[in-house]
């Protein structure tokens, strides 16, 4: 684990432009832009959440499948 301390001092400049951010960059993009930077966003975000759902299902699918292996065995 590395000490705060330990840690380079960050450039005021770098500090000061990346408060503005997500502002300036929005106040420079069109409409339009910033409509499909926030459409990649929410693409990106439901990705994520349509992976997780697809992980779950084939588990339990596996989950399943073992259930009725052990009832059959059990028969």
């Known amino acids: 684990m590395v000490k705060l301390s330990a840690m380079a001092p960050k450039n005021a400049a770098a500090v000061a432009l990346g408060r ?37 299902l084939v588990r339990s699918k596996a989950l399943e499948k073992k259930a009725i292996a052990r009832k059959a065995k059990q028969k």
């Open 20 to 56: 503005r951010g997500g502002k300036a960059t929005a106040e420079k993009r069109t409409p339009e832009q910033r409509s499909e930077a926030a459409r990649r966003a929410v693409e990106a975000r439901w990705a994520k959440t349509r992976e997780l759902v697809d992980d779950i």
